[in-house]
């Protein structure tokens, strides 16, 4: 069973870039896609980003002007930048597994999520 | 529109029998996703390809899907299955990934 686990630090100061780490073990990266999705206080599961193997990407357009998702491989790790974040970004962050068929995507794979905290 | 709409809250009675939808445009050729997620925990998966449960889900979860409506069932619901639940698809036009609102359900 894949395991997938965020770092990054917890406290962001507003204007900065937020930065996580999703390391993944038990198991190869290769053939799936990744992702990052974030969860605001009391509020529902955004979607941010994905990234393939391969590298190709595709991030909510929401955030997509703040947003960079890449990954190392060789480290079996895939990482998220937000930058010029407020507020209104502090949320818990989990990386996922998608499986992503022409007809059925679905996260089979969480981590344990993150709280990131954006604030002076 | 791309959203996906559920309800906020939903309850049933121990032992009885709920459903949870998910509406959107998307639904007509996607197949929905489902997701439990518990106070203080990461989400983990119910349901996918619309109706298939992964490995240690009960059999009292189901999934279905007609037109734009994808549903969760769930036959004699339990205490522990009080929890948030999501619905996921994707954006066919663009391959963005949605998520609905979440349905708060209470056993009663």
């Known amino acids: 069973q894949v395991q997938l686990q965020e770092s990054g630090p917890g406290l962001v100061k507003p204007s900065e870039t937020l930065s996580l780490t999703c390391t993944v073990s038990g198991g190869s990266m290769s053939g799936y896609y990744w992702s990052w999705i974030r969860q605001p206080p009391g509020r529902g599961l955004e979607w941010i980003a994905y990234?393939?193997?391969?590298?190709?990407?595709n991030y909510n357009p929401s955030l997509k002007s703040r947003v960079t998702i890449s990954l190392d491989t060789s480290r079996n790790h895939f990482s998220l930048k937000l930058s010029s974040v407020n507020a209104a970004d502090t949320a818990m962050y989990f990386c996922?597994?998608?499986?992503?068929?022409?007809?059925?995507?679905?996260?089979?794979?969480w981590g344990q999520g993150t709280l990131v905290t954006v604030s002076s | 529109s791309s959203d996906l709409t559920q309800d906020p809250a939903v309850s049933v009675a121990l032992g009885q029998t709920v459903r949870i939808t998910c509406q959107g445009d998307?639904?007509?050729?996607?197949?929905a996703s489902w997701y439990q997620q518990k106070p203080g925990q990461a989400p983990i998966l119910v349901i996918y390809?619309?109706?298939i449960r992964p490995s240690g889900i009960p059999d009292r979860f189901s999934g279905s899907g007609s037109g734009d409506t994808a549903s969760l069932t769930i036959a004699g619901a339990q205490a522990e299955d009080e929890a948030d639940y999501y619905c996921?698809?994707?954006?066919?036009?663009?391959?963005?990934?949605?998520f609905g609102g979440g349905t708060k359900l209470t056993v009663l």
């Open positions: 996922a597994r998608l499986r992503a068929g022409m007809a059925d995507p679905y996260f089979d794979n």
């Open positions: 998307s639904l007509r050729n996607i197949y």
């Open positions: 390809r619309q109706n």
């Open positions: 996921n698809s994707r954006d066919s036009s663009n391959d963005h990934l949605l």
């Open positions: 990234i393939y193997h391969t590298g190709s990407t």
